[in-house]
């Protein structure tokens, strides 16, 4: 039988040290809702949305009640918009509609965030593709709580530089159709490399075509516990730290598991995944590079930061992948700027930069995360950051992201206020050097040697 | 058969066990095993319920025994056991 010291721990995580589950996210096939007819569509994808996430906020409210664990955000996740609208838009125009049905829905089911006004590129454009790119900007900014992401490359198929260009006019773009907010619609758009098809966790969240016609996806959370946990083998070496880590790690994630198998149950909806992320909020205690400053670095961004952050993500996923029957998404340590005090206040103080960040992206999950950069930085300079983040993911064969609010009239040492789990953001320098005659060749950068294991 | 754990958390006074076992006979809950330890003052107490033939629901229960825990200035929880057995064994 469980025993005092047991209840205690795990109430102890909870109430001190911000342990939660950060999102049940229902994905959504909207497949089956496509139409030629624009007004058919959107009526097809509400009802779907209406009747498949009807009782998902209830349920999770419910489960976290019971079980005594916070769970912070209930999400909704749909196939790739450019997917579903292209038989039916005929221009961006049209795409911005769907998006509209798609912040209607979310509103009605009571969900703070919907993924998935997304696009698959990462060898070539439809012209439907090209639409809902196209229209991003304008999409963002008419929406609340719609999230996009467009995938432009891909271990075994290269990088669309084409679409990764375009991008970088998008994101300026939906920086310039925000401007009134802090560029707030950029915090909600990601480009990815191997994007995953189940990843629970926004902007970058969509229902990949490879699902089923619903199915609940999980993420956890605990940066807090992991601090908490290593605190005690502050004096100790690297064998004690990583299974300390890995311990942890475990518990956090079987109550993911717990969360997961009950939400399915109750909604009688298929488990996906859990995914094993530490995801940092802004909240002090839930940071992850204070992490990092518990294993030993005296900031983020120090020397010897990247080797931390490798052997983190690494023990997180040795944990956890016992810990859960099916493991999938994104699943490592999250590195955002703007949703982690602990990386603000290494910004702030000079030990991080733009370069260290890009090098830390090479270790851990996902990218290029939430960092504000000055306004006046150029399409083409965001497109070559966006390129350099690809190249790792396809060369790595891991998945890699960028999500940059290139805050307008803001320059180095401004601020941006989000508020909320997105956070406040020092603006960062950007490198001056050019690279728009690299970005402007057009075409694709071909898959790796590492694509060809048939 | 689906076990429950109550915790109560605070400051050691007269009666706190006592007031927490009432209100559990009172709605047909029953006390399968208690233990309890006082830290700095701190008392800390773990009971494994059975509620099955409660007559209450779950979430009234829960509320009923916020309140009883305000009324002696204790903090007390109750929780499906299910979450400890899922973190705490394999």
């Known amino acids: 039988m469980i025993n005092i010291h047991e209840v205690f721990e795990t109430n102890k995580m909870i ?36 009747r498949t996430a009807e009782n998902l906020v209830r349920t ?40 509209e049905t798609l912040d209607e829905c979310a509103i009605r089911a009571g969900v703070n965030f919907i993924g998935g006004y997304s696009a698959l590129v990462s060898k070539g454009m439809t012209q439907a593709d090209e639409m809902l790119i196209r229209s991003i900007p304008e999409a963002l900014a008419r929406t609340e709580r719609v999230c996009s992401s467009v995938n432009l490359g891909s271990t075994k198929q290269g990088i669309n530089m084409d679409a990764v260009r375009l991008m970088g006019d998008i994101i300026h773009e939906t920086a310039v159709y925000t401007k009134d907010r802090d560029g707030l619609g950029c915090a909600k758009l990601v480009v990815f490399c191997n994007a995953p098809d189940d990843n629970p966790f926004m902007a970058g969240a969509f229902h990949g075509v490879t699902e089923g016609d619903a199915v609940i996806n999980v993420g956890v959370s605990g940066p807090g516990v992991v601090k908490a946990a290593i605190e005690e083998c502050r004096d100790a070496g690297f064998e004690v730290l990583c299974e300390t880590i890995k311990k942890t790690a475990f518990k956090i994630t079987r109550v993911g598991q717990l969360v997961a198998g009950e939400a399915s149950r109750r909604l009688g909806i298929p488990f996906g995944i859990c995914d094993l992320s530490l995801a940092p909020t802004p909240a002090v205690g839930d940071s992850v590079a204070d992490i990092l400053k518990e294993i030993g670095v005296e900031q983020a961004g120090a020397p010897g930061t990247t080797a931390a952050l490798a052997l983190l993500n690494d023990q997180v996923k040795k944990g956890g992948l016992m810990a859960s029957s099916y493991v999938g998404g994104l699943s490592g340590a999250f590195i955002p700027v703007s949703e982690d005090q602990g990386m603000i206040e290494a910004v702030e103080k000079g030990a991080l930069t733009l370069s260290k960040l890009e090098a830390m992206t090479c270790v851990c999950s996902v990218g290029l995360d939430m ?55 020092p603006v960062m320098p950007v490198s001056t050097f050019g690279c728009s005659r690299f970005t402007d060749r057009g075409g694709r950068i071909p898959a790796p040697v590492h694509a060809f294991k048939n | ?62 509320k009923d025994l916020t309140a009883v825990g305000e009324s002696i200035g204790v903090v007390i929880h109750v929780q499906n056991e299910e979450i400890f057995d899922m973190m705490h064994r394999i």
């Open chain 2, 1 to 62: 058969m689906k076990k429950t754990i109550i915790t109560v958390v605070g400051k050691d006074t007269v009666g706190i066990i006592a007031r927490v076992c009432q209100y559990l006979a009172d709605n047909n809950c029953n006390i399968l095993d208690i233990s309890q330890t006082i830290t700095g003052g701190i008392f800390n107490m773990m009971m494994v319920v059975d509620m099955t033939e409660a007559g209450k629901r779950f979430s009234d229960i829960q």
């Open chain 1, 60 to 99: 999770g409210e419910e489960i976290s009640e019971e079980f005594g664990i916070p769970i912070v955000n209930k999400r909704i996740s749909v196939t790739p918009a450019a997917l579903v609208g292209g038989a039916a838009c005929k221009t961006p125009g049209d795409f911005v509609r769907i998006a």
């Open chain 1, 15 to 50: 109430e001190r040290e911000h342990f939660d589950v950060r999102t049940i996210t229902l994905g959504i096939s909207l497949l089956d809702c496509i139409d030629s007819n624009l007004e058919t569509l959107r009526a097809k994808i509400s009802d779907k949305i209406n």
């Open chain 1, 371 to 425: 960092i504000a950069v000055p306004g006046s930085t150029s399409p083409s300079t965001i497109a070559g950051i966006i390129a350099d983040e690809m190249a790792l993911g396809m060369i790595n064969q891991k998945t890699t992201a960028v999500r940059l609010i290139p805050v307008q009239g803001k320059k180095v040492g401004d601020y941006v206020e989000f508020g909320g789990l997105l956070g406040r953001a």
